[in-house]
Every structure is written in structure tokens, then in C-alpha cells.
């Protein structure tokens, strides 16, 4: 059964999203391209904040089954973002360093556009590391789920040390 489809759909909408990131190359209005990029942002943001709670709720109720799928799927969505996200990091980047030196435009414009800039950043990574963050959560909820068979388990560090020792080739 894996993830709940408004979960894959979550993610397969936040990464057509992220994609379409608003340019701010010198053809647009500044102004209305920062108000462009803020909307987008705060899609985005709203994104990830749905995507948070519906993983949450995941997780609260997790089917053992479903886990490895998920885990997968989280993975595979993590990697995929990277990838298609590193054109838009790679304009937002230089977007950032021409406006840092642009003589032509305001001190404030420049803060604002840089401060801009930098939300969004600071919600593609934001994205990325809930659903890392969520993929480790759900790799330990299922190792507390899994019966270890035969295999030793161990709650202290030095008593596996010394296994490791003992066993070791």
C-alpha cells in the first residue's frame, strides 16, 4: 500500500512548483518579480507545511508493511528534488550575487530582493530536510517495529563494542 496518495500527490506538486520558480533576470520589474518570487515562496512554504502534517499523521498510524515503501519513496523524492532543483538554486545564486553588486538599484530594493532570495532558499532546503528528516524517522520507527530474530540487539554502546570485537574476522 506504501504512502497515502495525498502524500505522493504533495510531493509531486511541490517539485512542479519548486521548478517554476519566478526569474529575476534584468528583463522583469524588480518589484514585481519579488512579489512574484514572495507568493511563490509562500506556496511553497504552505507545501511543505501540508506535506509535514500528512507525514506526521503517517506516522503516528504506520502500517509496518508500508514502511520500506515509504522509506524508498522518500528517498527517491529527496535525490529527484536535488536533481531538479539545481537549476533554479543555480539562477536564485546568481540572481543573488549581480543584485549584492548592482549599483543601478535601491539599497532597500537590494535588502529586499537579497532577504527574498534567501526564504526561498531557506524553504527548498527546509523541504528537503523534513523529508530526510522524516525518511530517518520512519528507517528507526521500523527497526522498533521489526522483530530481531536471532540477531543480537543491543542498548548499550560498550556491550556491542565488545560483540563487534569478539566477532570481528
Do not use: C
Request: no cysteine; net charge negative; glycine share 4%.
Amino acid at each position: 500500500m506504501g504512502l497515502p496518495a495525498r502524500i505522493v500527490e504533495e510531493i509531486t506538486d511541490f517539485g512542479r512548483e519548486a521548478q517554476a520558480s519566478p526569474s529575476l533576470t534584468a528583463t522583469t520589474s524588480l518589484l514585481s518579480a519579488l512579489d512574484e518570487l514572495t507568493a511563490h515562496t509562500r506556496l511553497l512554504k504552505e507545501r511543505t507545511d501540508r506535506l509535514q502534517r500528512l507525514l506526521i499523521d503517517f506516522i503516528e498510524a504506520p502500517n509496518p508493511d508500508d514502511l520500506d515503501e515509504a522509506i524508498d519513496l522518500l528517498r527517491s523524492a529527496e535525490q529527484e528534488m536535488k536533481r531538479k532543483l539545481a537549476p533554479a538554486v543555480t539562477d536564485l545564486k546568481s540572481s543573488r550575487k549581480r543584485l549584492f553588486s548592482a549599483r543601478e538599484t535601491a539599497p532597500g530594493e537590494r535588502a529586499r530582493a537579497i532577504a527574498t532570495i534567501d526564504r526561498q532558499f531557506a524553504v527548498l532546503n527546509g523541504w528537503l530536510e523534513m523529508v530526510r528528516d522524516f525518511r530517518w524517522k520512519m528507517m528507526t520507527l521500523r527497526a522498533d517495529l521489526e522483530s530481531p530474530g536471532d540477531a543480537p540487539v543491543f542498548d548499550d554502546s560498550e556491550k556491542l563494542a565488545e560483540y563487534l570485537k569478539a566477532h570481528s574476522g
